[in-house]
T-cell receptor
Framework: GQQVMQIPQYQHVQEGEDFTTYCNSS?????IQWYKQRPGGHPVFLIQ?????EVKKQKRLTFQFGEAKKNSSLHITATQTTDVGTYFC?????????FGTGTSLTVIP | SAVISQKPSRDICQRGTSLTIQCQVD?????MFWYRQQPGQSLTLIAT?????????ESGFVIDKFPISRPNLTFSTLTVSNMSPEDSSIYLC?????????FGDGTRLSIL
């Protein structure tokens, strides 16, 4: 079954509200990657986290890697309509690479 | 980052036929991958295309159904064989270079 789960599956927010997606793995991840896929587009790499407890920021986006390296989160502050898309986490568990189930974000102007 | 050209961008095929998808990269890359993404779903890795040797397939995918070629470090093909409606999906190639993975635009495949 699916090794890497994300919640929520869908999220609708008003423009300006914050948004968070959570990524949970059943096993320890060697690293975690985040991708964004716009509607009709292909996944685009955003960031990679490697260290336990690591936090990285990209403008309004904050990425965290859990202490146990089994979970991660992506938080967007003050969403904009350009943030619309599906956000995927991905990572290696052992020698298997999995994409998460994804969170689809809709931003209402 | 690498520029990936994937062809065709979309196709509509009859069941029982086969289609070959091409992935061309503008620079030499060690790792090339083929994914499938069914409508509204996540990405599933089909196989890793190895240069000079047979591809490494993930569980649930077999060479007879998805033969892959990788003649050099800039090019790979994926064939979807004996297609059925269940094969309707987006097929994406990706490469691993400076970024963990960089994707092509994908091939949208519909089988009638």
């Amino acid at each position: 079954g699916q090794q890497v789960m994300q919640i929520p599956q869908y999220q609708h927010v008003q423009e300006g509200e914050d948004f968070t997606t959570y990524c949970n793995s059943s096993t320890t991840l060697s690293n975690i990657q985040w991708y964004k896929q716009r509607p009709g587009g292909h996944p685009v790499f955003l960031i990679q986290l490697v260290k336990s407890g690591e936090v990285k920021k990209q403008k309004r986006l904050t990425f965290q890697f859990g202490e146990a390296k089994k979970n991660s989160s992506l938080h967007i502050t003050a969403t904009q309509t350009t943030d619309v898309g599906t956000y995927f986490c991905a990572g290696y568990t052992g020698n298997q690479f999995y994409f998460g189930t994804g969170t689809s974000l809709t931003v209402i102007p | 980052s690498a520029v990936i050209s994937q062809k065709p961008s979309r196709d509509i095929c009859q069941r029982g036929t086969s289609l070959t998808i091409q992935c061309q990269v503008d620079s030499q890359v060690t790792m090339m991958f083929w994914y499938r993404q069914q409508p509204g779903q996540s990405l599933t890795l089909i196989a890793t295309a190895n240069q000079g040797s047979e591809a490494t397939y993930e569980s649930g995918f077999v060479i007879d159904k998805f033969p892959i070629s990788r003649p050099n470090l800039t090019f790979s093909t994926l064939t979807v064989s004996n297609m059925s409606p269940e094969d309707s999906s987006i097929y994406l190639c990706s490469v691993q270079g400076n970024q963990p993975q960089h994707f092509g635009d994908g091939t949208r495949l519909s089988i009638l």
